[in-house]
């Protein structure tokens, strides 16, 4: 079946450092795939999507580019604020039968100031 | 806010009780989907509805059942609780099951004691 598999935890960084959370994916079809964010006490928020090969998403300085090739969708970010400390979390919807969505473990990032 | 509305969002519980999450979809979502968030197991896929039928299920123990009403809105029972089933349950709501996102409630934190 359809899976994710994020990099491991917990990620810790200072503030105005890179940041790359890496996802690649096993699936069917032409998935859709997402990154969602939980921050402390909340519910996930979709952070941005990739629809097909080649699309970039983007929000809040964050990007991840849909790459079928490598099956991958890697988060980056050029400079992270301690606002950015919460759980990222990567998802595909598959193509095909109930078409769920599926996510990763999860990634704690934790910026210092 | 994303919409979607879930109550309670604290419950405790003696083990071997039963209880019933509550989710109210936003506006106009016909999909609602359940999923539970545990520390070792990250985000299981419970179940989808689309438009009061069952559409997909995932991990879900028998122990646990659901339903999607006319209104829209959905309910996941909980019954002959265990201390493992202490966790975080989230309700999302999609336009359709094709839709690409979800949109996440804020979760109900179950502690069975």
């Known amino acids: 079946g359809d899976s994710v598999t994020q990099m491991e935890g917990p990620v810790t960084l200072s503030e105005e450092a890179f940041l790359t959370i890496n996802c690649t994916y096993t699936?069917?079809?032409?998935?859709?795939l997402f990154w969602y964010v939980q921050y402390p006490g909340e519910g996930l928020q979709l952070l941005l999507k990739?629809?097909?090969?080649?699309d970039k998403g983007s929000n809040k300085g964050f990007e991840a580019t849909y790459r079928k090739e490598t099956t991958s969708f890697h988060l980056e970010k050029g400079s992270v604020q301690v606002s950015d400390s919460a759980v990222y979390f990567c998802?595909?919807?598959?193509?095909?039968?109930?078409?769920?969505?599926?996510f990763g473990q999860g990634t704690r990032l934790t910026i210092n100031p | 806010d994303s919409g979607v509305t879930q109550t309670p969002k604290h419950l405790i519980t003696a083990t071997g009780q039963r209880v019933t999450l509550r989710c109210s979809p936003r506006?106009?979502?016909?999909?609602v989907y359940w999923y539970q968030q545990s520390l070792d197991q990250g985000l299981q896929f419970l179940i989808q509805?689309?438009?009061?039928?069952?559409?997909a299920k995932g991990n879900i123990l028998e122990r646990f059942s659901a339903q999607q009403f006319p209104d829209l809105h959905s309910e996941l029972n909980l019954s002959s609780l265990e201390l493992g089933d202490s966790a975080l349950y989230f309700c999302?709501?999609?336009?359709?099951?094709?839709?690409?996102?979800?949109?996440f409630g804020q979760g109900t934190r179950l502690t069975v004691v």
């Open positions: 999302a709501s999609s336009q359709t099951p094709k839709n690409t996102e979800a949109f």
């Open positions: 699936a069917t079809g032409y998935p859709s």
């Open positions: 990739a629809t097909k090969a080649d």
């Open positions: 998802a595909l919807r598959g193509s095909q039968g109930a078409q769920k969505l599926v």
């Open positions: 506006s106009g979502d016909l999909s």
């Open positions: 509805y689309y438009n009061g039928e069952e559409r």
